[in-house]
């Protein structure tokens, strides 16, 4: 999916900050496969195409950006607290879940191992993808259509579409739903609260969340389609148990974020 843009690049901008590490090119992958015109794969060597909104067709320029004006001039003490805890926790969130939901099971070495590593090779594996469909597409961010706005978190030096934190989660949801079925519900609101707060933080478009997810979920499905196959199960998914999938952070999402 090649972009006919009608947005100024991300690249035009006079960036502060170099761009960030390009893993659309070299970072290694696991699930996915690279061809010869370095066009990701599945294992069987089928051409992945991501099913997303071409940007051409989203007007950011206009009604996206103004979503972001309006959501940073009504933002709320709670929503504030919300954009702090998950700004707070975004390098290991999902890792540290994965820890609450391995220790509540009480799963055994070998299978916790495996778990940890899947989520580890299923992110990774995300975030080569998301960088190249930000490098191929080269969407600015809200910030530099304009200057005025006051992001709550920092803007990391990348183009904003898609929002890599809403991949992430979509991927790792679908991944840990997998492992823990019963955990589902709570898996997927989790997935789309943190992926919302960056929108709210006015860091990205609601577009860039909403593709990331869709990304992050297309890779999660391909992740688990690989464990069905290598027959990775347990019985932890006949299990009934029940996590607290945020115990033991700094402090509780409980605490901070009103439920």
């Not at 978190?153 to 019963?182: K, N, W």
């Not at 069905?228 to 033991?248: C, F, H, M, N, P």
Request: hydrophobic fraction near 35%; aromatic fraction near 10%.
């Amino acid at each position: 999916m090649r972009t006919n843009r009608r947005y100024p690049a991300w690249s035009s901008f006079d960036c502060s900050m170099s761009r960030d590490e390009g893993h659309e090119n070299n970072w290694p992958t696991f699930f996915l496969k690279r061809n010869r015109r370095g066009e990701f794969t599945d294992s069987k060597g089928n051409v992945v195409i991501w099913e997303l909104r071409n940007p051409a067709s989203v007007d950011f320029k206009g009604n996206e950006l103004e979503q972001v004006r309006s959501s940073l001039r009504n933002l709320t003490p709670d929503k504030r607290r919300k954009i702090s805890f998950y700004g707070e926790h975004l390098k290991d969130f999902w890792f540290r879940v994965t820890e609450n939901l391995i220790f509540s099971y009480e799963l055994s070495p070998m299978l916790s191992a495996r778990v940890r590593a899947a989520l580890a090779m299923g992110l990774s594996d995300t975030a080569a993808a998301v960088h190249y469909v930000k490098n191929m597409h080269d969407v600015p961010r809200p910030q530099q259509l304009d200057a005025s706005l006051e992001p709550v978190l920092s803007v990391r030096s990348s183009p904003s579409f898609v929002c890599e934190q809403a991949s992430a989660a979509g991927c790792a949801h679908m991944i840990l739903s997998y492992f823990f079925p019963h955990e589902d519900g709570k898996l997927k609101s989790l997935a789309e609260e943190i992926s919302w707060t960056m929108f709210l933080a006015g860091i990205q478009y609601k577009a860039d969340v909403e593709e990331g997810m869709n990304l992050g979920r297309q890779m999660g499905v391909m992740v688990v389609g690989s464990l069905r196959y290598q027959r990775v199960e347990g019985d932890i998914q006949k299990s009934k148990r029940s996590s607290d999938l945020t115990a033991g952070f700094q402090q509780k999402k409980s605490e901070v974020i009103p439920s």
